[in-house]
C-alpha cells in the first residue's frame, strides 16, 4: 500500500554533513504523515523529525537547530548538520497516520528498511 525507501546514509567526522531520502510510494490519494527515527545499538527507537501531510514540523530535542526535515512531491528528506558521534544510528523513514491507506478511518503506520549513518571524531 505504501512503500519507503531509504537512502543517503553513510560515515560522516563530528561537525560534517548528511542528507538522507525517502522516496515513499503510495497512492495518490493516501494522505500520510511522514517522519525520521533512530535506533542507535542498545538503545529505544526514537523520532527525529516529522513532517504532518499539512508541513507542519517538528524535531527531537537533540536534534533541533541542527537536522531539517522537508519534502518534495513525493520524497522527504533529512538534512543532517553538525553532525555528533551520539547522532549514530540506524536511520528510518515512517509513513502513516489517519487516510495513509485505503480506508480513511483507519491510521496505519509503516517503515523503510533503515539506513545506517555513523559519525565519528
Known amino acids: 500500500q505504501v512503500q519507503l525507501a531509504e537512502s543517503g546514509g553513510g560515515s560522516a567526522q563530528t561537525g560534517g554533513s548528511l542528507k538522507l531520502s525517502c522516496a515513499v510510494s503510495?497512492?495518490?490519494?493516501?494522505?500520510?504523515?511522514l517522519a525520521w527515527y533512530r535506533q542507535a545499538p542498545g538503545k529505544a527507537r526514537e523520532l527525529v523529525s516529522e513532517?504532518?501531510?499539512?508541513?507542519v514540523t517538528s524535531y527531537g530535542e537533540t536534534v533541533k537547530g541542527r537536522f531539517t526535515i522537508f519534502r518534495d512531491g513525493d520524497k522527504v528528506y533529512l538534512q543532517m548538520n553538525s553532525l555528533r558521534t551520539d547522532d549514530t544510528a540506524v536511520y528510518y523513514c515512517?509513513?502513516?497516520?489517519?487516510?495513509?491507506?485505503?480506508?480513511?478511518?483507519?491510521?496505519?503506520?509503516?517503515w523503510g528498511q533503515g539506513t545506517q549513518v555513523t559519525v565519528s571524531s
Open positions: 515512517q509513513a502513516g497516520g489517519l487516510g495513509c491507506g485505503p480506508w480513511s478511518w483507519v491510521k496505519y503506520d509503516y
Open positions: 513532517i504532518n501531510r499539512n508541513g
Open positions: 503510495r497512492d495518490p490519494s493516501f494522505t500520510c504523515d
